[in-house]
């Protein structure tokens, strides 16, 4: 598990939930405005993954199409041919025929308006004509004798006032508020209108995309609620005594229907089988089974390019308008509808807070848990969706609590980047003023570090000493200054002293005490005439008076007799030297020495060797033998050895040069470890 952030880097509790309230208000509000064409949108998806089983063993539909026209002749037909359509249908007792079109206008084909088309016509002629019985006469007699329902439609102006139309039966109860209303009614010439068993109204508008998903079940003509066709055939099909309204339900009969606040039944589509489609022409024609509208709902409608009456559905960009008709009817049968009960709006409100409390507390106790409870939240409410319109026919919007949810982790993402942003702008101040005091400081180290370099004889120096000492030597402190330190004095004309020191520690502090070493170093075992081993001895004590318990040096002196090679040295807890014989291999030079400078009083004794022409002796400090790899492995004195014995010849300058480069190639790619110091002397003779 990562670390949680300190409270400093939280945003206050308080503030966290002010955020996330208006980021859910945000969101809440967001969803009012898109809610409707997004919600349309999805629960039309769902109908088209999942549409609705439609047997129609109740309905069927006739339909004037194409094969229609080409055997009777082109619409409007002559009521003839509808009275014998409504004739043959009612032959086999169906429950009702319906109408899906208005009879507005008298038969054109009437006798009277025939003779009208001909005056060249005798008089004989025109009275034979006019007895014959008329087009709208002959339909009436059978829409009297067959249980017809006409349909209505509620328009603005022009139509029949409301009043005067015969409405049986009434709908009972009020209507939901929303109800479509119309102060007039188109209906059919009251020749056939008066005979009909039922009238309905046919308005069905869709919805503002030009989809129609809803039927009405009820419109109302001025104050009059007159019920839709698809209601009222639903009625007879069930032998209700009317349709009745409480709050924004229809029962009919043991069918209580679900309704919106405008009277509308929403539907769930499904593909109208083949078996119950059949042409008026084979309908006339009697080429239809037996039994094929027997006890059923059967709706009449226009079905020809040019005359149809086109809609949109869930399932179709085009498609007949009786057919929405015919599926209101057997969804209403057979409980094929859709609803969104205000219980289902008040859940979906419910699950936005809950996610934006989720998401507060996620963002005031800045724990994972509530981030991962609200994302699993948020990922079940489509298919909560989706198992409530497939099992239910319930309308749950995923929408609402998602974009609440989302309205409110944005709101807690753009608070928590902005603290960030502080944050990271608070810490770029101060990573540029920590810069400036680097830059500051670094340029006090680099100057000390030049001065620490400066303390020591260049390489220059040592070899200009004397003509009979080949010297050359190295200083490479491991930060900018070190504790390391050597240096090269001569005593007189025959006489170099050569020491090397190293301060414990390293930095600055090791640096300062370095320079009291070096310092101390040159003026005592100059001034002092006892011998070596007195001048170590008197530095030791004058080093004890100035150093602090954490302080201590290791130091080698070596005296040089340049004439005779004669070498006298004192060993203060120093790495032994090293000697160089040419053609043999290197070896250390045993000391008996002593401890440390610094830690206790101590009588040094002196030591002799002599060189010989082309010797050469190698000082170095403990910054070769324990440097380390990136493996933690040590270069050690065997490899020093093992190096000093791949010399390339006798010249100090490339010994030295040779010796820091394999010691810092061995701590590559790490840094330094320690300071690096290296002093070597060949004796000419």
């Known amino acids: 598990m990562t670390a949680s952030p300190s409270r ?17 208000l945000i969101g809440a509000l967001l ?18 993954l999942s549409p609705r089983k439609i047997e129609a063993k109740e309905v069927a539909v006739v339909l004037i199409d194409r094969e229609s026209l080409a055997s009777v002749g082109p619409w409007p037909w002559p009521r003839y041919y509808l009275a014998r359509l409504a004739e043959t249908i009612a032959a086999q007792k169906p429950r009702a025929i319906a109408f899906d079109m208005i009879f507005a206008e008298a038969d054109r084909l009437n006798p009277n308006r025939f003779t009208a088309l001909y005056p060249e016509l005798d008089a004989s002629s025109v009275a034979a004509i006019g007895a014959l019985p008329s087009m709208d006469t002959s339909f009436a007699r059978v829409l009297g004798t067959a249980p017809v329902v006409l349909g209505r439609l509620g328009i603005d102006g022009g139509g029949s006032d409301p009043k005067a139309l015969f409405v049986d039966p009434e709908v009972g109860g009020r209507p939901p508020p929303g109800t479509a209303r119309f102060p007039y009614v188109l209906s059919s010439i009251t020749e056939l209108d008066d005979v009909a068993l039922g009238h309905a109204m046919l308005n069905g508008p869709p919805d503002a995309d030009g989809i129609v998903r809803r039927v009405p079940l009820s419109i109302l003509a001025d104050n009059r609620a007159m019920p839709g066709l698809a209601a009222e055939l639903t009625r007879i099909a069930l032998d209700a005594p009317k349709l009745s309204w409480s709050g924004e339900t229809a029962t009919i009969g043991t069918r209580r229907l679900p309704a919106d606040d405008a009277g509308q039944m929403q539907l769930r589509f499904g593909h109208f089988p083949n078996a119950a489609r059949h042409s008026a022409a084979q309908v006339l024609a009697h080429a239809v089974p037996g039994r094929a509208f027997a006890g059923k709902i059967v709706l009449i409608g226009l079905g020809a390019e040019g005359i149809a009456d086109l809609v949109s559905t869930p399932l179709e960009t085009e498609g007949y308008g009786v057919f929405v008709q015919a599926q209101a009817v057997d969804a209403m049968l057979h409980g094929g509808w859709l609803s969104r009960p205000p219980w289902l709006a008040a859940w979906e409100w419910g699950f936005g807070l809950l996610l934006a409390l989720l998401i507060g507390l996620a963002g005031a106790l800045w724990r994972r848990w509530p981030w991962l409870l609200a994302g699993a939240i948020g990922l079940l409410l489509p298919l909560k969706s989706w198992l409530l319109f497939d099992s239910v026919g ?21 608070l928590v980047i902005q603290r960030g942003r502080a ?29 620490q370099l400066g303390m020591v004889p260049t390489r220059q120096r040592l070899a200009s000493l004397d003509p009979r000492i080949d010297a050359s030597a190295a200083l490479e402190p491991a930060y900018s200054v070190g504790g390391d330190f050597y240096d090269a004095i001569r005593i007189d004309a025959d006489r170099l002293l050569f020491l090397v020191g190293d301060v414990t520690g390293k930095g600055v502090p090791a640096a300062l005490y370095m320079a009291l070493s070096k310092t101390l170093a040159k003026s005592v075992l100059v001034r002092e005439r006892g011998g070596l081993a007195h001048a170590v001895n008197t530095l030791n004590i004058e080093l004890m008076r100035d150093a ?8 080698l002196v070596v005296l040089v007799d340049c004439a005779t090679g004669r070498l006298t040295m004192v060993n203060a807890g120093h790495e032994n030297p090293i000697l160089l014989r040419p053609g043999q291999a290197p070896e250390t ?4 020495g002593g401890p440390p400078f610094c830690v206790v009083e101590f009588a040094y004794p002196e030591e002799t060797m002599t060189l010989h022409p082309g010797d050469m002796l190698v000082l170095i400090t403990d910054g070769v033998t324990e440097a380390q790899d990136a493996e933690g492995r040590m270069f050690g004195l065997d490899g020093a050895l093992a190096m000093l014995g791949k010399r390339p010849g006798d010249d100090p300058d490339a010994l030295v040069a040779g010796t820091v480069e394999a010691v810092r190639g061995f701590e590559h790619p790490t840094e330094p470890s320690d300071d690096l110091t290296i002093l070597a002397l060949r004796y000419r003779g």
């Open 8 to 24: 400093s880097d939280r945003p206050g509790r308080r503030h966290v939930w002010s955020v996330v309230a208006v980021g859910a």
């Open 31 to 48: 969803s009012l405005i898109v809610a409707n064409p997004v919600r349309r949108a999805l629960f039309d998806e769902w109908q088209v």
């Open 394 to 414: 319930l309308l749950f919007d995923p929408l609402r609590p998602a974009m609440i949810g989302l309205g409110a982790g944005f709101a807690l993402a753009v």
């Open 423 to 451: 944050e990271r702008a608070q810490l770029g101040r101060a990573l540029v003023e920590q810069r400036i005091t680097t830059a500051v400081q670094e340029g006090e180290l680099q100057a000390a570090r030049a001065i």
């Open 548 to 555: 602090d318990d954490a302080m201590g040096v290791t130091m």
């Open 589 to 592: 030079v045993p000391m008996e």
